[in-house]
């Protein structure tokens, strides 16, 4: 390893220094040229710098940049910059210490300044130079503070170039963008003048945009603890404004009263806020849950999302002689969604009905009648029958496909889908086959979604553990894709005694059967599952556990799907014994599930809780502790094709190098 290179030290400013004029600022305004957009992974092939103080040019720095590899054609078309070019030219190790020794002492300025202290960092890290960390100054943000969208429609340099005057126009070569910017940076520092904004302090202060108030308001996250948890802010009628999660509650808090807090609403929301509450959670899914359901309970004006955790569209098969797939509110029975809007389900609906043969006609049918759509060659009922009218049961193959699907018992009709893109792509319809690409990506898509949160909520309880980051673990009660209890185990603390407690305290969940317990409930059977459902409370009998088997106690908890109520509830021991007695919603656990047709998929979970916690079990290291039954998804489920309809997205959004690399100037 080369030895580090030594570099003049950043030096402290006294407090007589702070407030230093503009004038008297010595900024170094740069301009890279590079392979590509990714620092980690392309190279710089050319710097230019220009240095000013009080409108003087002090010096320029300039040179060609050899990467190390071939340039890519894109990039050759938009810079002008030949592999050719830079053969000859010293690599970033020779260049760099010359730059940074240029730019000492000085603000750094640049045009996305993000884009080019990314690669100028990453260029420093591979050569042990230590980066002297300068204070920076990003002309776009600054032209977005000063600048209406009617005067400057786009902050690309070559438009902010010709709309304040800019005496050299960009080019994309290093050198004329950074004399570019430097008009840019002089004309906005004009522009601002006019405000009052006189030194360098009042220029970094004035670019976010802070006002006394907001920082005025920072006491708000002084008690705050340094802890996972929920914040609130209430407004002058204790009404909640805004409702966030945080990993650190007092720092993100904090965040909202300074200048890293640019969105325009959240100001304003600040602003009306007369205090911030909160609720510490013992980890970062218990934290999301409780967001999700405060969400839900207060519907706070200032979140723009998941505040109707329910509101969301369905496909289910209506209930009628000749079903057709319908967008409903409220899943019954076998159901697809949840889709953000109804478009969305419908166009999902008219791809799955094509390929089942699933009518979408109107027409009312009884179960004595015939379904007697004509053909057509373009649109048309998909029901439809060349050889004639289709009766009841010869129809009921195109609804069992339909079930066979949503629950994962075949994926014949996915197949057929992707059999068709073959096959117009083998005859040359490319147009055809793109468009039925995307409509069967967003049909597996949407079917993989729903199978992965089904097979979690059809779970009775499932106890999770995730690794802590410091030797301990997080552990998280699930009960049919509910969260029912949180809980930690810091590094020390015996781990299985915190998940005894844990469960000894978490919430009774109550499934939505649907139509299952409704059915089960008019047969009266004694035992059925329907029975522990409709009588929670209901007292019951219990034996003495079997031997090894752990008992833990289940207290509810108002809101929700929870009901109240303490009953003892007898876990199996780990080699899977069930001669132990089971009581009050826990007879659930020993008894057959009822058909998967019959039950909503969710069994009434919120999807987005249940998207919480799938998400939350997909993390590194997590486990499960124990599970009252395997977690498994449909083994002709939509999974397998989850790695295709990536492929697909990302085709069908994808842009090309010019454009990736002109988004980032």
Same mark, same amino acid.
């Given at each position: 390893?080369?030895?580090?290179?030594?570099?003049?030290?950043?030096?402290?400013?006294?407090?007589?220094?702070?407030?230093?004029?503009?004038?008297?600022?010595?900024?170094?305004?740069?301009?890279?040229?590079?392979? $590509?957009?990714?620092?980690?992974?392309?190279?710089?092939?050319?710097?230019?710098?220009?240095?000013?103080?009080?409108?003087?040019?002090?010096?320029?720095?300039?040179?060609?940049?050899?990467?190390?590899?071939?340039?890519?054609?894109?990039?050759?078309?938009?810079?002008?910059?030949?592999?050719?070019?830079?053969?000859?030219?010293?690599?970033?190790?020779?260049?760099?210490?010359?730059?940074?020794?240029?730019?000492?002492?000085?603000?750094?300025?640049?045009?996305?300044?993000?884009?080019?202290?990314?690669?100028?960092?990453?260029?420093?890290?591979?050569?042990?130079?230590?980066?002297?960390?300068?204070?920076?100054?990003?002309?776009?943000?600054?032209?977005?503070?000063?600048?209406?969208? &009617?005067?400057?429609?786009?902050?690309?340099?070559?438009?902010?170039?010709?709309?304040?005057?800019?005496?050299?126009?960009?080019?994309?070569?290093?050198?004329?963008?950074?004399?570019?910017?430097? &008009?840019?940076?002089?004309?906005?520092?004009?522009?601002?003048?006019?405000?009052?904004?006189?030194?360098?302090?009042?220029?970094?202060?004035?670019?976010?945009?802070?006002?006394?108030?907001?920082?005025?308001?920072?006491?708000?996250?002084?008690?705050?603890?340094?802890?996972?948890?929920?914040?609130?802010?209430?407004?002058?009628?204790?009404?909640?404004?805004?409702?966030?999660?945080?990993?650190?509650?007092?720092?993100?808090?904090?965040?909202? @009263?300074?200048?890293?807090?640019?969105?325009?609403?959240?100001?304003?929301?600040?602003?009306?806020?007369?205090?911030?509450?909160?609720?510490?959670?013992?980890?970062?899914?218990?934290?999301?849950?409780?967001?999700?359901?405060?969400?839900?309970?207060?519907?706070?004006?200032?979140?723009?999302?998941?505040?109707?955790?329910?509101?969301?569209?369905?496909?289910?098969?209506?209930?009628?002689?000749?079903?057709?797939?319908?967008?409903?509110?409220?899943?019954?029975?076998?159901?697809?969604?949840? @889709?953000?809007?109804?478009?969305?389900?419908?166009?999902?609906?008219?791809?799955?009905?094509? @390929?089942?043969?699933?009518?979408?006609?109107?027409?009312?049918?009884?179960?004595?009648?015939?379904?007697?759509?004509?053909?057509?060659?373009?649109?048309?009922?998909?029901?439809?029958?060349? &050889?004639?009218?289709?009766?009841?049961?010869? !129809?009921?193959?195109?609804?069992?496909?339909?079930?066979?699907?949503?629950?994962?018992?075949?994926?014949?009709?996915?197949?057929?889908?992707?059999?068709?893109?073959?096959?117009?792509?083998?005859?040359?319809?490319?147009?055809?086959?793109?468009?039925?690409?995307?409509?069967?990506?967003?049909?597996?898509?949407?079917?993989?979604?729903?199978?992965?949160?089904?097979?979690?909520?059809?779970?009775?309880?499932?106890?999770?553990?995730?690794?802590?980051?410091?030797?301990?673990?997080?552990?998280?009660?699930?009960?049919?894709?509910?969260?029912?209890?949180?809980?930690?185990?810091?590094?020390?603390?015996?781990?299985?005694?915190?998940?005894?407690?844990?469960?000894?305290?978490?919430?009774?969940?109550?499934?939505?059967?649907?139509?299952?317990?409704?059915?089960?409930?008019?047969?009266?059977?004694?035992?059925?599952?329907?029975?522990?459902?409709?009588?929670?409370?209901?007292?019951?009998?219990?034996?003495?556990?079997?031997?090894?088997?752990?008992?833990?106690?289940?207290?509810?908890?108002?809101? $929700?799907?929870?009901?109240?109520?303490?009953?003892?509830?007898?876990?199996?021991?780990?080699?899977?014994?069930?001669?132990?007695?089971?009581?009050?919603?826990?007879?659930?656990?020993?008894?057959?599930?009822?058909?998967? &047709?019959?039950?909503?998929?969710?069994?009434?979970?919120?999807?987005?809780?249940?998207?919480?916690?799938?998400?939350?079990?997909?993390?590194?290291?997590?486990?499960?502790?124990?599970?009252?039954?395997?977690?498994?998804?449909?083994?002709?489920?939509?999974?397998?094709?989850?790695?295709?309809?990536?492929?697909?997205?990302?085709?069908?959004?994808?842009?090309?190098?010019?454009?990736? !690399?002109?988004?980032?100037?």
């Amino acid at each position: 390893m080369s030895e580090p290179v030594a570099l003049p030290a950043a030096r402290q400013l006294a407090f007589d220094e702070l407030d230093t004029p503009l004038y008297d600022t010595t900024f170094v305004v740069v301009d890279l040229e590079t392979t $590509g957009t990714s620092p980690d992974g392309d190279a710089i092939t050319e710097i230019g710098a220009v240095k000013v103080r009080g409108g003087e040019v002090l010096g320029e720095f300039a040179t060609l940049v050899n990467p190390g590899f071939a340039i890519p054609p894109a990039i050759v078309q938009i810079t002008g910059i030949t592999t050719a070019m830079v053969y000859e030219a010293p690599r970033i190790e020779a260049v760099l210490p010359g730059f940074l020794e240029f730019a000492a002492g000085a603000v750094l300025v640049a045009h996305n300044a993000r884009f080019d202290t990314a690669f100028l960092k990453a260029a420093a890290a591979r050569q042990d130079i230590a980066w002297p960390n300068p204070q920076v100054l990003c002309t776009v943000k600054l032209a977005r503070r000063v600048l209406t969208r &009617d005067e400057a429609p786009s902050a690309r340099l070559g438009v902010l170039a010709a709309v304040l005057g800019a005496g050299t126009t960009p080019t994309h070569r290093a050198l004329d963008d950074a004399r570019a910017t430097v &008009d840019v940076l002089h004309a906005l520092i004009g522009r601002v003048g006019n405000q009052g904004v006189h030194s360098l302090t009042e220029l970094l202060d004035y670019l976010p945009g802070v006002t006394g108030t907001q920082r005025a308001k920072r006491a708000f996250a002084t008690d705050l603890p340094a802890a996972p948890g929920v914040y609130l802010f209430r407004g002058p009628s204790e009404e909640v404004l805004y409702i966030g999660t945080a990993v650190n509650l007092r720092r993100r808090v904090r965040n909202y @009263f300074t200048g890293s807090e640019t969105r325009g609403r959240m100001k304003e929301m600040v602003a009306l806020a007369i205090r911030v509450d909160h609720v510490v959670c013992a980890h970062g899914l218990e934290a999301g849950v409780r967001e999700l359901r405060l969400l839900a309970a207060h519907a706070p004006p200032y979140n723009r999302r998941s505040k109707f955790p329910r509101k969301g569209w369905w496909l289910t098969l209506s209930a009628e002689a000749f079903p057709r797939l319908v967008a409903v509110r409220t899943p019954t029975r076998t159901a697809l969604g949840p @889709f953000a809007s109804r478009a969305d389900a419908v166009d999902v609906a008219a791809t799955v009905a094509e @390929f089942a043969g699933l009518r979408t006609c109107s027409t009312r049918l009884t179960r004595a009648a015939n379904h007697a759509c004509p053909p057509a060659v373009v649109g048309g009922c998909p029901a439809a029958r060349a &050889d004639g009218e289709l009766d009841a049961a010869g !129809y009921a193959p195109a609804v069992h496909a339909i079930r066979d699907l949503f629950t994962g018992r075949s994926d014949t009709l996915l197949r057929a889908m992707l059999d068709r893109i073959e096959t117009h792509s083998t005859a040359q319809h490319f147009e055809a086959a793109a468009r039925l690409r995307d409509r069967t990506a967003a049909v597996v898509t949407m079917l993989h979604r729903t199978q992965r949160l089904a097979a979690l909520a059809r779970i009775p309880e499932l106890i999770v553990a995730v690794p802590d980051g410091e030797k301990g673990w997080e552990f998280s009660v699930i009960r049919y894709g509910r969260l029912a209890a949180a809980g930690t185990a810091p590094r020390g603390t015996p781990p299985m005694a915190v998940v005894d407690q844990i469960v000894a305290a978490a919430e009774t969940v109550v499934p939505d059967l649907g139509d299952a317990a409704s059915r089960k409930a008019r047969t009266g059977r004694p035992g059925s599952t329907a029975s522990a459902i409709a009588q929670p409370n209901a007292p019951s009998t219990t034996a003495a556990p079997a031997a090894g088997a752990q008992v833990a106690a289940s207290e509810g908890a108002p809101g $929700g799907a929870c009901t109240a109520g303490r009953r003892a509830v007898v876990i199996p021991d780990r080699a899977g014994s069930t001669a132990n007695a089971r009581t009050g919603d826990d007879a659930m656990f020993s008894r057959p599930s009822p058909s998967e &047709d019959d039950v909503p998929p969710l069994r009434g979970a919120s999807p987005a809780e249940v998207g919480v916690v799938a998400r939350w079990l997909a993390m590194p290291g997590a486990r499960i502790v124990r599970t009252s039954e395997g977690y498994r998804e449909p083994l002709h489920g939509a999974a397998r094709w989850v790695g295709w309809a990536k492929l697909a997205r990302t085709a069908a959004t994808a842009i090309s190098p010019e454009d990736e !690399y002109l988004a980032q100037r």
